[in-house]
Each structure stands twice: as C-alpha cells, then as structure tokens.
C-alpha cells in the first residue's frame, strides 16, 4: 500500500498568511494527488484534484503542486473560513490512502 | 445538484453486523464509481473502499483492516450503494461517508455513524 505523510500535523497561522502544507508518497503516484479542506462535523470538501487543479467553487488563494511523490498545497493569504483540517489522498492505486491531516489553527 | 444521502448508522455490538445504505441522486448513477470513507472520533479519514460501476466490471475493492469482512455492493435500479459490515470490532467505530467519484472525490454525503461497544 502507498503511505501518505502529511506535514505539520497541525499549524498557528493569522488571517492574511501564506499556509504552506506538503505531502509525501512512499511510492511514485505521477500527479494523482487530491486535497481535501474538512471543517468540525461536516463532510471533507474536495479543493484541489490531480495535483493542481482547482475544483470548481474553490476559491483561487489555494493551489497545489508537485509531482512524482512530493506535494505541496498553498493558501496564499488565509481566511477566516479557513481554518480547518486538511487531507491529502492519493488516488493512484487501491487502497486510495489519505495523508494524516494538518490542522490549521488561529494563532 | 448531486445529494448523497447515507442510512443505516447504529450501535451495535462487538461480532455484530451492519448495513448501510447510501442513496444518490442528480447525476448517472449507473456509471458512477462509488466509494466509502471513514472516520474514526477525532481521527483522520480513512479510504474503506470502492465499486466500479457495472459497465467497468462492477467489482469492488477494500482496505485491508476491513477487506473479508465488509462488501459494498450496488442496486443501480435503486440508485443506492450498500456497506455490509461483518463481524464488527470496535475499532470500526466512525462516521462512515458514502461518496463519489472514486479517484477524487468530489462529492460526499452526510455521513452515518456506526458505534461497535458491548
């Protein structure tokens, strides 16, 4: 099975800051990599598809990159609304694994 | 607009079984490749499985804590996929999500809670 290690596994960070949170493959998965935003019981919302595409709704201060096994995922200048939990997950291979979340916390 | 609704939640006790049922609706979903995901209390979420649809062989495939144990399977003249969960252990406690499609998944229901305790 490919393991995803996400870092930090959480970070204190002020409305207007640049939230960088990486993600690493034990395996090559090309760009198959998706990132996920959860906010406290509610279901995950899919914010970027392979690698860097940005779903449709998702406001453009997010943006992912990378390739082969490292990823990054990029908040340009954070909101309020998002402060949250943040996945990644691969979707190369079954079992489609996720990373272990980055919890984005008001500093 | 695309609604996943997921059924079936409940306590249950250790060596119990369980099925869940997850009901979509506003898009083709014959051809739609389903996945389950779930999440532990005040853990991360954890891919469970998937079906493909029925013109891509309709087969399905599982993570290894709950493969042998669990099968999802599909009603596509229902609209709904099913999570029929054996021989429950505690650690199978979570919210269990319904959601689609398999490789990114953009769209997600509600969730469903399963609770394993004797």
């Known amino acids: 099975d490919i393991q995803m290690t996400q870092s930090p596994s959480s970070l204190s960070a002020s409305v207007g800051d640049r939230v960088t949170i990486t993600c690493r493959a034990s395996q090559s998965i090309s760009t198959y990599l998706n990132w996920y935003q959860q906010k406290p019981g509610k279901a995950p919302n899919l914010l970027i598809y392979?690698?860097?595409s940005l779903q449709s709704g998702v406001p453009s201060r997010f943006s992912g990159s990378g390739s082969v096994t490292d990823f990054t995922l990029t908040i340009s200048s954070l909101q309020p609304e998002d402060f949250a939990s943040y996945y990644c997950q691969q979707g190369y291979n079954t079992p489609f694994t996720f990373g272990g979340g980055t919890k984005v916390e008001v500093k | 607009e695309v609604q996943l609704v997921e059924s079936g939640g409940d306590l249950v006790k250790p060596g119990g079984s369980l099925r869940l049922s997850c009901a979509a609706s506003g898009f083709t979903f014959s051809y739609a490749w389903m996945s389950w995901v779930r999440q532990a209390p005040g853990k991360g979420l954890e891919w469970v499985g998937r079906i493909k649809s029925k013109t891509d062989g309709g087969t399905a495939d599982y993570a290894a804590p709950v493969k042998g144990r669990f099968t999802i399977s599909r009603d596509d003249s229902k609209n709904t996929v099913y999570l029929q969960m054996n021989s429950l252990k505690t650690e199978d406690t979570a919210v269990y999500y319904c959601?689609?499609?398999?490789?990114?998944?953009?769209?997600w229901g509600q969730g469903t809670l399963v609770t394993v305790s004797s």
């Open positions: 392979a690698t860097s």
């Open positions: 959601a689609t499609p398999s490789h990114q998944m953009a769209n």
